[in-house]
T-cell receptor, first 110, second 113 residues
Framework: EDQVTQSPEALRLQEGESSSLNCSYTVSGLRGLFWYRQDPGKGPEFLFT?????EEKEKERLKATLTKKESFLHITAPKPEDSATYLC???????????WGAGTKLIIKP | SAVISQKPSRDICQRGTSLTIQCQVDSQVTMMFWYRQQPGQSLTLIAT?????????ESGFVIDKFPISRPNLTFSTLTVSNMSPEDSSIYLC??????????FGSGTRLTVV
């Protein structure tokens, strides 16, 4: 069964304290892995798509990496405005549907 | 990437009534997706709407409860019918933007009292 598990459920960091969020997945053929940011009361905002193991993408303080079993979202020197829920989703090669993880709620304290 | 205008942004409704949510996209798209996000939970796909054909519903969701219209390539509506407090959620529409990923509307926060 296709499945996505995100950890931790919540993460509290001090401003400037770097860390990583994990997205473990099981899928029968990966078409793509997606990272989104969601602020309270808003729809998810697209961050990255990763397609193959070894691929990396960066955007400001965020860097996403992908292996055959998991993806990491590395946050370097975070700021309070990085506080949000980060969602991971995978798309199997057999169909277009996204399988979503439950998210990691990130809180950055000033 | 596409811009999706979703409305209403929030509503408080009486049980037993219906609410129609609208999504307007600023470009033509083949498929539009409707999601539900219950408090503190991740996204659950309700249905996929193609222009000119019946929507495809996921397990646990039925057309009588969540009728969908897709009259053209830029617009879709989702109706939540005969509402109960269990329908209180955020409802989101989404389109596939290929290299831009899936783009989402801002969501409709529904509270049923």
């Amino acid at each position: 069964e296709d499945q996505v598990t995100q950890s931790p459920e919540a993460l509290r960091l001090q401003e400037g304290e770097s860390s990583s969020l994990n997205c473990s997945y099981t899928v029968s053929g990966l078409r793509g892995l997606f990272w989104y940011r969601q602020d309270p009361g808003k729809g998810p905002e697209f961050l990255f798509t990763l397609y193959s193991a070894g691929e990396e993408k960066e955007k400001e303080r965020l860097k996403a990496t992908l292996t055959k079993k998991e993806s990491f979202l590395h946050i370097t020197a975070p700021k309070p405005e990085d506080s949000a829920t980060y969602l991971c989703a995978v798309q199997a090669s057999s169909n277009y549907q996204l399988i979503w993880g439950a998210g990691t709620k990130l809180i950055i304290k000033p | 990437s596409a811009v999706i205008s979703q409305k209403p942004s929030r509503d408080i409704c009486q049980r037993g009534t219906s609410l129609t949510i609208q999504c307007q996209v600023d470009s033509q798209v083949t498929m539009m997706f409707w999601y539900r996000q219950q408090p503190g939970q991740s996204l659950t796909l309700i249905a996929t709407a193609n222009q000119g054909s019946e929507a495809t519903y996921e397990s646990g969701f039925v057309i009588d409860k969540f009728p969908i219209s897709r009259p053209n390539l830029t617009f879709s509506t989702l109706t939540v019918s005969n509402m109960s407090p269990e329908d209180s959620s955020i409802y989101l529409c989404s389109v596939d933007q290929a290299s831009y990923g899936y783009t989402f509307g801002s969501g409709t926060r529904l509270t049923v009292v």
